[in-house]
């Protein structure tokens, strides 16, 4: 009896439009964002904010949803979730957000920001959330199905969603359904969010995927590597680094074509390459990655040939421990940032728990101006102990918010437009939280706000903000990633 196979046959997609022929019309049409980065900074002050909150993984048979948080200190309700928008179905996990359209499309008065992306990492699932109706109540516009995902192209586990200047948005994809990371690739969606196909030109899929950004005027993107989706969630095992299931590459594609240029091999200096950014001023041809495990700062940059290079400059030192599962910790890099005048680097260690400001005028030589700690796992009260080389021992002093213990170490990051406030919350993935932070799993996570000096640099915690993501109506949960209504730096691209 013959058996059936199933066949996909992938669709590549093209982006609608010249993007630069629409960047041309800004002096005489205005979309949404703004015209310039610097533009951007003197906006109006952020008053919502929505985080993403996961239920999958947690052992709690309840959809994950998008909350909104009223972050205008003149609230009354300041520091709360105001509302809670459900998602339809079980067993998401949403973790990253973009938006439909953002300053990448200020070019073109037809656009409008108005439908925050909602990838759902474990299902595979896109949803768009209409935030416009009411900024504070948002609802489920669309729901693009896994199905019509793998069956048109093969994808599966979307990531990092862009909006472009042709109104297409695309979203990288970890791997195929069955969690290979060979079948990772960028899925185009078009401003009715249906499936165009796959954005890379046929054989021209990275290695891993991860994160991207694009660079129009340079004409490239260039996208990161985590692991293959059948590793990761599952857990971190550091064997399957050595197995060859994590990446350590760079893949630099021509911009819009979608023609893989230069694979850029960061050896073991750049172990988990996770998120990457260009500086914003879109004529500049030098950006940043976060290598988490091997907790770098690593700088790309152009070369006269057109070819790419890369240098780490900024190391956080692994940490001497005791009573942890290796001798040696690790910071693990999972997010960062840069401020809209390119003027600072944020980034955080997820496992040590600081955060870190680094003034980056000079981007091939930063320095360390700011550092706080608000969390980690040789805090004091902890069974780990920190060594420093002497042979005696140390924990880290972290204060209470609110009457609340930080527990877990920060994760994600958000930058006011102004860069005076950034927002930090403390879960990375469920699989990885339940290992690392179980306590975080058991109590649910926060969300904090630190107090930035814009002017000479130094970080501190705002003693009147706690978000309590353990006091939901549903029972503790975990919070990932943050958005503005109106864009901000890791959601917006200038052309």
């Known amino acids: 009896m013959a058996t059936e196979v199933e066949v996909v046959v992938l669709q590549q997609a093209s982006i609608g439009e010249n993007q630069m022929a629409k960047a041309n019309h800004t002096c005489c049409t205005q979309g949404p964002g703004y015209a310039t980065p610097i533009d951007a900074m003197a906006g109006p002050k952020e008053s919502l904010i929505y985080v993403t909150c996961v239920y999958t993984g947690t052992g709690k048979e309840i959809p994950d949803f998008l909350g909104t948080v009223d972050v205008d200190p003149a609230s009354k309700t300041y520091s709360q979730v105001i509302h809670r928008l459900p998602m339809p179905n079980l067993g998401d996990e949403l973790h990253h957000s973009g938006w439909n359209a953002c300053s990448s499309c200020y070019g073109d008065s037809a656009a409008s920001r108005r439908f925050l992306v909602l990838p759902a990492l474990v299902s595979g699932r896109i949803y768009a959330v209409d935030t416009q109706k009411d900024p504070r109540a948002p609802t489920v516009h669309k729901v693009v199905e896994p199905a019509d995902i793998t069956g048109k192209t093969g994808l599966a586990y979307p990531h990092t969603a862009h909006c472009l200047a042709s109104g297409d948005i695309m979203v990288s994809c970890l791997g195929d359904k069955e969690g290979k990371a060979e079948g990772n690739g960028f899925l185009l969606l078009d401003s009715d ?3 165009k196909g796959r954005w890379e030109k046929p054989g021209h899929s990275p290695l891993f995927g991860y994160d991207y950004w694009y660079q129009p005027r340079h004409k490239t993107m260039i996208s990161t590597s985590w692991g293959a989706p059948s590793a990761f969630t599952q857990g971190f095992n550091l064997q399957h680094v050595s197995d060859g299931l994590y990446g350590r590459h760079l893949h630099v594609y021509s911009w819009p074509d979608g023609e893989l240029k230069q694979t850029i091999d960061l050896g073991p200096d750049g172990l988990l390459p996770l998120e990457i950014r260009f500086l914003h001023d879109p004529t500049k041809d030098t950006g940043f990655v976060g290598c988490a495990l091997s907790s770098n700062m690593v700088r790309f940059f152009k070369n006269s040939d057109e070819s790419w290079s890369h240098e780490v400059v900024i190391s956080v030192k692994p ?135 814009n002017e000479k640099g130094g970080l501190a915690i705002n003693p009147n903000f706690y978000v309590d993501f353990g006091a939901e109506p549903g029972g503790p949960c975990l919070a990932h990633e943050m958005r503005y209504p109106g864009g901000d730096c890791t959601s917006d691209i200038w052309i």
Do not use: C
Request: no cysteine; glycine share 8%.
């Open 319 to 453: 940490v001497k421990v005791q009573n942890w599962i290796l001798p040696e910790m690790p910071g693990l890099i999972t997010d960062f940032l840069i401020s809209l005048d390119d003027r600072f680097l944020y980034f955080v260690n997820w496992l040590h728990g600081d955060i870190r400001q680094y003034d980056i005028v000079d981007p091939t030589s930063p320095v360390l101006v700011g550092q706080v700690w608000v969390g980690g796992l040789f805090q004091k009260g902890s069974s780990v102990v920190a060594e420093n080389e002497d042979g005696t021992t140390y924990q880290v002093d972290v204060p209470q918010v609110k009457g609340h213990r930080l527990i877990g170490g920060p994760q994600m990051i958000q930058l006011s437009l102004d860069g005076k406030r950034l927002y930090v919350t403390n879960s990375l993935f469920s699989k990885w939280d339940k290992q690392f932070y179980p306590e975080v799993v058991e109590k649910g996570s926060h969300m904090l706000q630190i107090d930035v000096n």
């Open 193 to 195: 969010f249906n499936v």
